[in-house]
């Protein structure tokens, strides 16, 4: 079992930046993929971003790209994403995820644990 832990959501104005933090615990992670997710109420849920165990491949959303960062810290336990040029259209709650495979992250949209969530505010 894994369980994931977000931080790092807040309000923000537009063109700010805010990073969100994930970390996972309860098992190995030396070969697990991690990424984020967000969703609007009432809409489906979007891929945002995702990364290998290594931390050395990534993918992005479409709406996401040169804005965001995804990365992984050395003890692969913790992952980050920097939000970077913010946009209204960016508010959503922001879901990390696990998954042993990379594919069913960025191309699937799946993933085998969730976290709880953390709420991204962007205001104009």
């Known amino acids: 079992q894994v369980q994931l832990v977000e931080s790092g959501g807040g309000s923000v104005q537009v063109g700010g930046s805010l990073r969100l933090s994930c970390v996972a615990s309860?098992?190995?992670?030396?070969?697990?993929?991690m990424g984020w997710f967000r969703q609007v109420r009432g809409k489906e849920r979007e891929f945002v971003a995702a990364i290998n165990w290594s931390g050395e491949t990534a993918y992005y959303g479409d709406s996401v790209k040169g804005r965001f960062t995804i990365s992984r810290d050395g003890t692969k336990n913790k992952i980050y994403l920097q939000m970077d040029s913010l946009k209204p259209e960016d508010t959503a709650t922001y879901y990390c995820?696990?998954?042993?495979?990379?594919?069913?992250?960025?191309?699937?949209?799946?993933?085998?644990?969730w976290g709880q969530g953390t709420q991204v505010t962007v205001s104009s």
């Open positions: 309860g098992r190995t992670f030396s070969s697990i993929a």
């Open positions: 995820a696990a998954d042993d495979h990379l594919r069913s992250l960025y191309a699937d949209y799946e993933a085998d644990y």
